[in-house]
């Protein structure tokens, strides 16, 4: 565990909580066991978590880190996330008065606290800890294929872009299977999933040559001793940024089963509208599960579609959309429940055993 | 320019020169500016370069250190590449040697020289210099397809695997191109590359999120005074521990043009003989050209098949079988000139124009 999970926790979102860039926020809320006592930001001071987000959970939104003390944290976690990850200077006085406070700092953006000398020796005299749970370890493998060889059942989520929902997906996939009684491990593979989980490997912070082995290794970790395995994607094979890190992510984990993850309101990669825009799901499916054959054969056996923002008639529409286009079972599982995709996932298993 | 391209190099390969891990080695002899006046290889002490690879180069091979010395070199250049690019804990006395004896280090390794304090503490005692060729830059953007608008015409090599002659054919292209009165530019995304060429990425070091925009940065550099680009490609699609690299570069570079390269021996991916047979030509042409479609759309214009080993009727046949599969001009261009391919990329620009 990379910190105690029943740590108390301040979230840090000046400006951004509830607005798009505070997937991390939103996803420790959400999922991880730690106690959320306080969120800082001052444009929705005064609401609650449940109120901005709708996530069940009465945690008061504050101005100030000042105001946030008073809820007793023993962490300070920057909740947001960029896409080119580095810290705003701005937060750095924030960052600095939660040391003083005798806050541990937990950071899963690209720049690292540990490599900011005045951050680290604010730490140093405060005692206090500086968590970038985003640093990968420091000698990893290249990938060989060698997740093919394990007992588990390697189910990963794939998607048509970031944040769409891959990271929650895997987490209610690996839900339902404990409820009924397999037993089964998610793995964390981005930030905000090492936060939730405790432990993992950042796969977009690894170096190129060693994405696939460094998602090799996690899955290896808990292949033995589990029924089933639910990796977390990330990116999509067709975002010209991300490309690159979704593949050796999809390579490395060699996956028998894959959840295609879309945003239903989303028909371009990126939230900054590039010139790309995302093809049909159904195309998307064949081709994920074209690149995952020349390691393993794979089949996406559902989609998981994200339909927050619309009413229930308009989710109703977008999933049954959805399975007239690939002739999947289709749900949102925040909303609805990942029973069904588990239930996809199963028949998936019966299949290949 | 990272270093002089005038300095005079001893290359270090002990016990591998010639022996298919030291392509760096054999790629600067063959096409760095830099003069080349000896090898430290003792299994093949007393032999040429060319007696060893058939590389034209008289440089003696020689058992030591200390016998290379006598030709006066600049700098030891390590010319050995491990997939997993770490440095052999015996290759550091002689490291410290050479830093003794004047010389500064080039490194193309995962491992740099500058992270070890005994190495860092000779080269500052004695003055020298410590070149690794793979750290990437400290700041670099997220790939945003920014390269399809660029003027230049860019042509990126693919292949089957690693190591089947992807820069040597992006090289060879360069020199026909320049030789025919274009204004080109090569674009080094590997160690060797670089160390040939003077600049550029390792893009296999770049952390994952970073791949694409670091391609795309040396592109933009380049491709507003040239008619042509070569972007020198990595790895490949369908390996399993590189794959993601290959993606990342692939889209990052947007080209408009792909040679396709392959080790006309090779069956598998990987020397060590993973069990991932390598697909048809034709089939990975297809894959390529559908996963280089989502951000630009890009045909694979001819093949590159290194066929060194082979006797020229063994070559010629097994050119004209890729010739067969794939409907495409394919040579060898280090046996037989690039012209052929060169004409292929011309077609496709005045085709695109």
């Given at each position: 565990m990379y910190y105690s999970q029943s740590a108390r926790l301040a979230i840090y979102a000046p400006g951004e909580f509830g607005k798009g860039q505070s997937k991390t926020a939103e996803g420790v809320i959400?999922?991880?066991?730690n106690p959320v006592v306080a969120v800082i930001d001052s444009t929705e001071e005064g609401r609650t978590v449940e109120q901005v987000t709708g996530i069940p959970c009465q945690a008061p939104i504050v101005a100030s880190l000042t105001e946030a003390m008073q809820y007793s944290p023993d962490a300070l976690l920057l909740g947001?996330?960029?896409?080119?990850?580095?810290?705003?200077?701005?937060?750095?006085?924030?960052?600095?008065?939660?040391?003083?406070?005798?806050l541990d700092i937990i950071n899963g953006l690209h720049d690292f606290l540990a490599d900011d000398p005045e951050i680290v020796n604010y730490a140093s005299l405060?005692?206090?800890?500086?968590?970038?749970?985003?640093?990968?370890?420091?000698?990893?493998?290249?990938?060989?294929?060698?997740?093919?060889?394990?007992?588990?059942?390697?189910?990963?989520?794939?998607?048509?872009?970031?944040s769409v929902g891959k990271m929650t997906t895997s987490l209610e996939l690996n839900s339902v299977a404990r409820a009924?009684?397999?037993?089964?491990?998610?793995?964390?593979?981005?930030?905000?999933?090492?936060?939730?989980?405790?432990?993992?490997?950042?796969?977009?912070?690894?170096?190129?040559?060693?994405?696939?082995?460094?998602?090799?290794?996690?899955?290896?970790?808990?292949?033995?001793?589990?029924?089933?395995v639910?990796?977390?994607?990330?990116?999509?094979?067709?975002?010209?940024?991300?490309?690159?890190?979704?593949?050796?992510l999809l390579h490395g984990a060699c996956p028998q089963a894959m959840v295609m993850c879309h945003d239903a309101k989303r028909t371009h990669v990126g939230k900054d509208k590039l010139p790309f825009p995302i093809p049909?799901?159904?195309?998307?499916?064949?081709?994920?599960?074209?690149?995952?054959?020349?390691?393993?054969?794979?089949?996406v056996v559902g989609v998981s579609l994200n339909t927050s923002g619309m009413d229930e008639k308009q989710a109703r529409a977008a999933l049954s959309a959805a399975t007239a286009d690939t002739g999947l079972p289709a749900t949102d599982?925040?909303?609805?429940?990942?029973?069904?995709?588990?239930?996809?996932?199963?028949?998936?298993?019966?299949k290949k055993s």
């Open positions: 959400r999922y991880a066991p947001t996330a960029w896409a080119e990850g580095h810290m705003p200077s701005q937060w750095k006085p924030d960052t600095i008065d939660a040391i003083k406070n005798g405060h005692n206090r800890k500086l968590l970038d749970v985003r640093r990968p370890p420091d000698v990893l493998p290249v990938g060989s294929g060698k997740a093919i060889d394990v007992p588990a059942f390697i189910c990963l989520t794939v998607g048509s872009d970031g009924r009684g397999y037993k089964t491990r998610f793995v964390a593979t981005g930030q905000t999933g090492i936060m939730i989980d405790g432990v993992g490997i950042a796969i977009d912070r690894v170096i190129g040559d060693f994405m696939a082995g460094a998602t090799e290794r996690l899955v290896l970790e808990v292949a033995y001793d589990n029924d089933f639910f990796v977390e994607g990330q990116g999509s094979l067709t975002h010209p940024g991300w490309s690159g890190v979704t593949l050796g049909k799901l159904s195309e998307l499916i064949s081709l994920y599960e074209m690149m995952t054959n020349y390691v393993r054969p794979a089949k599982p925040v909303r609805f429940g990942a029973d069904e995709l588990f239930d996809a996932v199963l028949a998936m298993r019966g």
